[in-house]
């Protein structure tokens, strides 16, 4: 059955929107917005969806096209069990209304006992409604909707802060970005991925929790393919996975093909080295340096990936940009990775940053 269902974007919305297309080429928009997602879509399992997702906070099924009290409190009727019921109200692009207490008083007047959970936001974070097993109810200018999963903050927490290593000298990609971008790769599970820059092992151990079998993993520091396997070894013993494949090697990244097979890697997904810490007041000359010295790095890379990937084999990877005040400095490397022989598969548009942040990452992909 065809149904409607709305999806709350995280803080980088295109990455988010490109990260459900490619998941779901099914999936029918009809509007779009910096805040959320709606569109169509049948057999839909929004449980399955949020456990694969990285850039949803929530999904929600439309019931109705606007706020409706009363199929609101027929909802929460419906869901009654022994004990209290906990709901609440998120306003998106709506003003807050009273509506969640006119609610409260019906369902009292009813003899059903519950509790209106608020927060000083009009929008309940996932851990609120996760937390307090909220029954939550999305208000929209159009339609309401009624929240059927929520991102599981716990585990990526624990594979961000609970992993035995980690390195802040070598970068630190999200976890989140990192299932991302494998989700941009549209891998299936028996693929082989590569890391060729794999630092602490983020994107192999995302990958890992999402099912893939084959993965290789490799990087010029001895530490970094160290604090890789510790990572990979504790992941799969957490998760009870037995039968997943990983080598990490200790190569410089032009020396790949001195161990792997050529056209052996369905997809190369990486955060290669984004250059050292910057002020704010960085002499121009100074980035000119920095980029210079990723320049060579990056293209050095790139011949390599031409070996060990497969025919029509996909890269995602990030690439810095630099952001000070009014200036923006780029490694400016399309024409000449095009003259590799690789083709630019993205629009420009996937950008991941945080605020104040100088350096900004943009997701690229490209086929061989």
């Given amino acids: 059955m065809i149904e409607e269902y709305i999806f709350i974007l995280g803080n980088n919305p295109e990455l988010s929107v490109a ?6 080429p099914q999936f029918q928009i009809t509007e779009k917005t910096n805040l959320f997602l709606i ?18 906070i929530k999904i929600s099924r439309v019931i ?5 009290k009363e199929l609101i409190i027929g909802e929460i009727v419906s869901k009654k069990s022994d004990s209290k019921i906990n709901y609440g109200l998120s306003f998106y692009e709506t003003k807050p209304t009273k509506m969640g207490m006119e609610i409260k008083k019906e369902l009292k007047a009813r003899g059903l006992s519950s509790r209106l959970v608020t927060s000083k936001e009009k929008i309940l974070s996932s851990v609120i409604v996760k937390k307090n097993k909220v029954l939550e109810f999305l208000i929209l200018p159009n339609l309401l909707g009624l929240t059927c999963a929520v991102q599981e903050f716990e585990e990526y927490g624990k594979r961000d802060y609970g992993r035995p290593k980690s390195d802040a000298h070598s970068g630190m990609l999200p976890p989140k970005l990192a299932r991302i971008m494998i989700n941009l790769s549209q891998t299936n599970k028996s693929d082989v991925i590569l ?37 990979l070894n504790w992941l799969a013993g957490e998760y009870g996975l037995t039968d997943a494949k990983y080598a990490v090697y200790n190569i410089s990244v032009d020396k790949l093909s001195d161990k792997i097979k050529p ?42 990936f031409k070996t060990v990937l497969k025919p029509a084999g996909l890269i995602v990877i990030i690439m810095p940009f630099w952001h000070l005040k009014d200036r923006e400095f780029r490694l400016g490397l399309e ?11 993205d629009r420009g548009n996937l950008i991941y940053k945080r605020q104040n942040q100088k350096v900004w990452r ?4 490209w086929q061989v």
């Avoid at 990260?19 to 779901?24: N, R």
């Avoid at 943009?362 to 992909?365: D, G, K, N, P, S």
């Fill in 39 to 56: 569109g169509k879509m049948a057999d839909f399992d929004c449980d399955k969806a949020i456990k694969r997702l990285g850039g949803t």
């Fill in 195 to 231: 890391d060729p820059f794999c630092g602490s092992g983020t994107v192999l151990t995302e990958s890992l929790a999402l099912g893939y079998k084959n993965l290789i993993a490799s990087d010029s520091s001895a530490k970094a393919c160290e604090d890789t396997k510790d990572n």
């Fill in 64 to 68: 109705g096209s606007k706020a409706d």
């Fill in 263 to 304: 056209s052996e890697i369905s997809a190369i997904i990486t955060e290669p080295y984004l250059g050292p810490t910057i002020k704010d007041d960085e002499k121009e000359s100074h980035i000119f340096k920095i980029i210079s010295g990723l320049v060579n790095i990056y293209l050095k890379a790139f011949n390599e």
């Fill in 19 to 24: 990260e459900i297309k490619a998941l779901y």
């Fill in 335 to 345: 024409n000449k990775i095009t003259a590799l022989g690789f083709k630019r598969l």
């Fill in 362 to 365: 943009q997701i690229e992909i």
